[in-house]
């Protein structure tokens, strides 16, 4: 027994423990279930009188030493620890993360979702696969209109008296706010929008609209003008005129096609204008009262305008971008170009 003593005494002696692993290794080494010192107790456990007499007291003080040395590394490591956390420069500056941009669509969107809500709009969002009912029947499209047409529309299912289609425009919108709002309705329907199109730099087959509805009594063209003049002196600038030509749409009567003044040439001429001094960004006009009684709104009490514009086009009039593709290829030189046109 007193060799055995002797041997964990030199063993500890040469023991060096560097790590929180070294001490705990360490631990197990002597104090653990099969350790240096407890097989020494086991041994105690089977000695006659005599001997337990002889070596109880020097045992137990063999513990308390392994367990004070192992305690002192443990101390040592643990400053380790610490010396080497505070050698950590926590001044030096974190690594910077790359911030992306806006798409230009999103920044227009924004704008002009920011310039309806200020004059008291909510926005209403509705499902981009629509039935034929939403997005034509409840707008007044007679049933053999072209746009009804596989030429001018994408069906998801055909051969049904309400087929399933991607929307058109989001007309379709206005169509749930007129059924499920209370009146007065001051909505703007933002989304994006499907049309079988040949892609070209002046077509595609989706894009993005704004369109706004407004529904109450006494409601007139007058106020229809006065909302877009407002809308385009806070979208282009203060100076900003427009004019208004007769059009048609089959969900308002009478209609408008809206032209902005060129805010690059000041009216003179250019080749963005096209030499008129003009650009035209929306259709409008007074919702046909045929669209107010398909949602069950009174058309003798209550009159609205409806407005819709398409939001890859103002943003080419904005940044001058030459081809609509640009818009879906995600080329990253095209996106960064926008990193600094909002803070975000
Ligand atoms: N829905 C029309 C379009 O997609 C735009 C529009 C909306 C015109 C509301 C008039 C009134 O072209």
């Not at 590394?73 to 690594?95: C, I, R, V, W, Y």
């Not at 106020?223 to 806070?234: C, T, V, W």
């Amino acid at each position: 027994m007193k060799e055995e003593i002797q041997k964990v005494l030199a063993d500890l002696s040469e023991l060096r423990c560097q790590t929180r692993k070294d001490v705990e290794e360490a631990r197990i080494r002597f104090l653990g279930k099969k350790g240096e010192v407890t097989k020494l107790f086991d041994e105690f456990r089977t000695m006659d009188k005599e001997m337990k007499k002889e070596f109880g007291k020097t045992l137990n003080d063999l513990k308390q030493t392994v367990q004070n040395r192992i305690e002192e590394f443990k101390n040592q490591a643990a400053s380790e620890d610490s010396t080497q956390a505070a050698a950590q420069d926590l001044t030096m500056p974190g690594d910077a993360i790359a911030l992306g941009s806006r798409h230009p669509v999103s920044i227009v969107r924004q704008e002009i979702v920011d310039i309806f809500r200020k004059f008291g709009y909510d926005v209403a969002e509705g499902p981009e696969i629509e039935d034929d009912y939403h997005v034509f029947e409840a707008l007044n499209f007679p049933p053999n209109h072209p746009a009804r047409d596989m030429q001018d529309t994408f069906f998801v299912s055909a051969g049904h008296p309400n087929p399933l289609l991607l929307r058109t425009h989001t007309s379709s919108v206005q169509v749930r706010a007129m059924e499920t709002m209370k009146l007065p309705i001051r909505v703007i329907c933002p989304g994006r929008v499907f049309r079988n199109e040949a892609i070209s730099a002046r077509a595609h087959c989706i894009f993005h609209q704004v369109e706004g509805l407004y529904i109450d009594e006494n409601v007139t063209f007058a106020d229809l003008k006065q909302a877009i003049l407002l809308f385009a002196r806070e979208m282009f600038g203060p100076d900003t005129e427009i004019r208004m030509r007769p059009s048609f749409f089959p969900f308002t009567e009478p209609s408008a096609e809206v032209d902005v003044s060129c805010n690059i040439c000041h009216g003179k001429g250019c080749n963005i204008c096209k030499g008129t001094g003009w650009l035209e960004i929306l259709g409008c006009g007074m919702v046909d009262p045929n669209v107010l009684e398909a949602s069950g709104i009174d058309s003798k009490k209550y009159s609205g305008f409806a407005f819709g514009m398409g939001l890859e086009r103002i943003a080419m009039l904005k940044w001058r971008v030459n081809d609509l593709r640009h818009y879906f290829e995600n080329d990253m030189r095209f996106l960064r170009e926008f990193s600094s046109a909002v803070e975000v």
